[in-house]
């Protein structure tokens, strides 16, 4: 998988990939991720790639050429598919998407900031718009990184255990159940016994049947989707 990342300020979401799963995903070449400065397609001599509002209005919006100068040029080099824009309108981020787009080959994500983009970028270019909740942050930054990280960890050599993303919450629609560890009685605090008993058939049941139990009781939406 490659993702190009197209951003006004790339240096706030560089970091993400330089440890843990994003690192290793990386490291061993099953994903590649390329960090595009919008300003380097700016023909402005100040390299600005805003401007103010047509009719009037609070905040600057980003302009159509230097995105469009970016996409072309990534474009002319391969064919993508998906053109995802980061934006607080888009199609809310859950756990299905996250898994048809692990198994995409080639995205661009474009990083909305200042007050949006000019709506001919979003007419023309983009073919997927994407928010990570009902809320506005500075810039589409972090909720690119928040995207790739539920997409390539996804990604198959990824995760050490590929088995572990199949039990996380929101597959199948299900919050995880409560887990434990080591030691197996704290401050006189117990795991459960079926969890020590050696029945995984048991222990496969009550699982399922505290994810269900916990998903009624934080997340009961999630039981009416199909």
């Not at 159509?64 to 934006?87: F, G, H, N, Q, S």
């Not at 080639?106 to 983009?126: A, E, P, S, T």
């Not at 990570?132 to 909720?143: A, C, H, R, T």
Request: with cysteine; proline share 4%; glycine share 8%.
């Amino acid at each position: 998988m490659r993702i190009d990342i197209i951003s006004v300020l790339p240096e706030l979401i560089e970091s993400p990939f330089q440890a843990s799963i994003l690192k290793r995903a990386i490291t061993k070449g099953l994903v590649e991720v390329h960090f595009h400065n919008l300003r380097d397609y700016s023909t402005n001599k100040h390299k600005n790639v805003d401007d103010y509002q047509f009719g009037g209005g609070a905040g600057m919006v980003m302009s159509v050429e230097p995105i469009d100068k970016c996409i072309t040029a990534l474009k002319a080099e391969r064919e993508y598919d998906e053109i995802i824009y980061m934006t607080p309108d888009g199609e809310t981020l859950n756990q299905q998407m996250a898994n048809g787009m692990s198994m995409l080959k080639n995205i661009i994500i474009l990083c909305g900031h200042y007050k949006g983009v000019d709506q001919r970028v979003r007419d023309h270019f983009i073919t997927k718009e994407i928010s990570i909740g009902d809320y506005v942050l500075s810039g589409g930054e972090l909720g690119a990184a928040i995207l790739c990280d539920a997409i390539i960890r996804l990604v198959p050599g990824v995760l050490s255990n590929e088995t572990s993303a199949l039990t996380d919450s929101f597959q199948d629609n299900l919050l995880a159940p409560p887990i434990y560890t080591r030691p197996a009685e704290y401050k006189g605090w117990k795991v459960p016994d079926i969890l020590l008993s050696g029945n995984f058939a048991a222990i496969d049941k009550w699982r399922e049947d505290k994810a269900y139990e916990h998903t009624k009781n934080r997340r009961p939406d999630l039981l009416d989707r199909e």
